[in-house]
């Protein structure tokens, strides 16, 4: 016991640190830069600019987080641009995840009726002040939910930045397990830290899915 509150508790409470720096950091690059390119991709009536949206979030989503933050660290370094480990990490999980959240946007504007828009431009209000003003906040209620799970998923994702040598809470596990051996108990440990994180994220969650799930085309 003493072994476990002496040694193990504070290497992975100082790694559970930068954890919740990289998670908060992410989401909120990913949540906004999502929000904007959803916008664009609803409203621009670009073609050649929504393909290069759709470029984006596809190439974004289907190669694996992993790769995205090696080409981030080691990738930039051997061409003279080197970015240190949790920038590396931030800005590449918020760039991925900037392609989740586009989708959940696009969802919850699609999720929109038509009537609204068509009346809210009949008494005089500009496009503009229709997107901002009454599709933008119904749009960002109804994407609420997935939201929330997806912040929850990016919370216990944050342990592939360890491979980048980030030190969150899977950096000083495997370091102690390293130097000490002692496995089981270390990553048990780190377990139930990532427990002790996720379960009030997973509760605000369950309370946004109770209170906006059952939205629907309005």
Known sequence: MEFLTSTILPGLLTGATVTITVTLASLTIAATLGFLLALVREFSGLRLLNFAIDAYVEYLRNIPALSHLFILYFGLASIGFAITSIPAA?????LVGSAVTCDIYRSGFSALGKGQSEAALAVGMTPMQVIWLILSPQAF?????????YA????KDTSVVSAIAAPEIMFYARSMVTSTFQTTLIYSSAALLYLAMSLPLAWGVARLEKRFGGATDV
């Open 152 to 155: 929850l998923q990016l919370l």
């Open 90 to 94: 931030i800005i590449g999980l918020g």
């Open 141 to 149: 209620r109804v994407a609420l939910p997935p939201l929330g799970n």
